[in-house]
């Protein structure tokens, strides 16, 4: 186990009540549960998203922090949240990164490996 480890699981969910297939907007909504599996504590200072939609189009997203918020997290400590994106296309994907400084000053990246976002009953 590494000293400076956070792992992340996601769940997707299909948001028809606010896409609009007929315009080519597709909404999805994706929670995330990031949990401090290290040995020290440390702090999401910013992330970096790939979104990739099925024609291949990448969009690339960068900010500080995830929803308005830094989470510290101590050992076994977790953060959940929910945000969203809207893709052109039914399918798509996102993978990317958080950076992360723990509290001896050690800066580390924890991956987010992809996850598929999609509409119910559309992948074979």
Not at 60 to 65: A, D, F, M, T
Not at 114 to 123: A, I, Y
Request: hydrophobic share 35%; net charge negative; aromatic share 12%.
């Amino acid at each position: 186990m590494s000293a400076y480890q956070f792992t992340v699981s996601v769940r997707t969910q299909y948001l028809a009540e606010q896409s609009d297939p007929d315009r080519a907007n597709y909404v999805f909504a994706y929670a995330i549960t990031i949990k401090n599996t290290g040995q020290v504590a440390a702090q999401l200072i910013s992330r970096h998203w790939v979104i990739t939609d099925a024609n291949n189009h990448v969009e690339e997203v960068r900010g500080l922090g995830v929803v308005g918020h830094q989470p510290f997290l101590q050992p076994g400590e977790q953060f959940e949240y929910t945000s969203g994106t809207a893709l052109k296309t039914p399918q798509g994907s996102m993978s990317g990164e958080y950076f992360c400084v723990a509290e001896d000053g050690t800066r580390f990246e924890s991956k987010i490996d992809e996850f598929v976002l999609s509409l119910p009953r559309t992948l074979h």
